[in-house]
Structures are given as C-alpha cells and as structure tokens.
C-alpha cells in the first residue's frame, strides 16, 4: 500500500467502502487526469490526509464533493451501449437515441447524489427498451403544443461557465479549437474579470441574474469594430500563443502584429465621422 494510500485515502474515511473498491494495487493515472502538460495556474483541489471536523452543513458539502471526485478518479470508467432507433409511421420518419449503463465505474461514487440534469440533457441521456431490428408495431400519436421560451438571463455561475466554453460561438473550426481549451480568460481570472464589470457599472445583480446596464449596452453599440466584442479575437490571440508555445510561430511577429492591429483600429476610430457617445 504506497503513501497516497496511507495519508490521503486515509483522510477520507466516511468514503472507505468506495476507497475500497479501488483495490491494492497501484494507483491507476489515466493522461485524461493526470497531465502535466495541461497544468496551468494550479493542479486539482483534492483532501489532505486530515479527517474533517465540526463542519457547517455547507462545509460538509464541499468536502464531500471534493473528496469523492478525488475517489472517482481512481476508479474505472464507466461502459454503456447507446441504441438509435430510426422509426417510420407512414411517411414520417423520425429516429430516437439512449443509453443504458453495463459498468457504473466511477458512478458507483455518485450514487446517492442526484443526478445532474443539466449534464445528463443530452440526446443520449434516456433509458430505452430492448429493440429488435425491423420490429414493428401500433402507435398511438400523441401531439403536443409549446412554445419556445427566451435564453435565461446568465448567473454568476452560468456566465463563468459561457467563458470556459466560449469557443461554441466561433464559425471558424480552428479559432473554436484554439478556445476549447482556454476559453476566455483563465480559471483564476475569470471571476476577476467579472467584478471588474461589475465595479466599472457595465452589468448589474437583479436577484440571482446578471443584467446589463445602460452603461453596458451603450458601450457595445459604441464599438463598432465588431472584432473587439467577440470572441475571435481571443480565439486568433490564443492559437498564435499555442503556436509559440509550440515553436511553430514567431513571438516577435506576434508583437508586431498586435501593434498593426491596434494601430488600424485607433485609425478606424479616428476616421470615423459619426457621432459616438455613452450617455450622460
């Protein structure tokens, strides 16, 4: 039993039946988890080897999930088979996706919480029948009317959330690569990144949602280089900075192609006639 065993596990007692199952044998580090080359402000949260005591309710939770995420990955993956269904009723064709789990794995650890809708919504997410190929059958239709609803309003959580994931906005295949793996900002910016909004009164709180100002609004109708309130830019800036990264790309020419940017940008600005204004 090596010292992770000893010190770590060992401070997660109320979890033993799942530290259990991981067995005696060295300790498994699937790339997926254990990257260093994926490493950049600091490496995962995971407990100390000190067992919790007199917690609040809200530091139970936080422990909780701290500690059996850190359990979850020691443990095997999680096997399912997906069936799609592809059905005809007269000349209407429609098709219907699901899963069904062989091996929980690392869900074994999950078990008594409940289950994440807002991760499991997708259209593999449902638990269908056993279907035999070329099977058919009766069918009662049923036909329901709804109406499509507005986007929700961010939250705190839900905006930090669109940042990590922001390259889903982006047309362009490799600017979207270059996002998907930093997002805009980085983990330990982007919560500051949201204050600074915050203070300079560009959004505000109403309850739980985040709202633009007028402030806000204005500063984007204000800026008309379209370039600057996307997220391309981030997108271009984080793929040349992969590419230094790399060697593939000169970090010289990247200053000197920010400053023939910047310079064409002031010059729009400075040619541009109309009346630009953020209100009184």
């Not at 090596?2 to 790339?31: C, D, Q």
Request: hydrophobic share 35%; proline share 6%; with cysteine.
């Amino acid at each position: 039993m090596n010292a992770l065993y000893k010190t770590t596990f060992s401070g997660v007692s109320p979890y033993a039946e799942h530290v259990k199952a991981i067995g005696g044998k060295p300790l498994p580090k699937p790339k997926r988890i254990f990257n260093n080359q994926k490493v950049t402000d600091h490496h995962a949260i995971i407990p100390t080897g000190v067992i919790p005591r007199a917690l609040s309710d809200a530091e139970q939770h936080v422990f909780d999930l701290i500690a059996r995420r850190f359990i979850a990955a020691f443990h095997p993956d999680c096997q399912y088979s997906t069936t799609t269904v592809l059905g005809q009723a007269g000349e209407i064709e429609f098709k219907a996706t699901g899963k069904e789990i062989l091996q929980p794995g690392w869900r074994k650890v999950f078990a008594q919480e409940p289950v994440d809708t807002q991760a499991d919504a997708t259209p593999t997410s449902a638990v269908m029948p056993a279907f035999t190929k070329g099977e058919s059958g009766l069918h009662q239709p049923t036909l329901t009317e709804k109406q499509t609803t507005p986007p929700k309003h961010y939250t705190e959580a839900t905006l930090l959330r669109a940042m990590e994931t922001a390259g889903k906005l982006v047309d362009d295949e490799t600017l979207r690569a270059a996002l998907k793996e930093n997002g805009i900002g980085r983990p330990s910016s982007r919560a500051g990144i949201i204050e600074t909004l915050f203070k300079r009164q560009y959004i505000r709180r109403k309850k739980k949602n985040l709202e633009a100002t007028p402030t806000g609004i204005a500063l984007i109708d204000t800026i008309h280089e379209k370039l600057l309130t996307s997220a391309e830019l981030t997108g271009q800036w984080e793929k040349k900075l992969r590419d230094i990264e790399h060697r593939k790309y000169d970090a010289s020419q990247f200053i000197n192609e920010l400053k023939a940017q910047i310079t064409a940008i002031v010059n729009d600005v400075l040619a541009d006639t109309s009346i630009r204004r953020i209100g009184e």
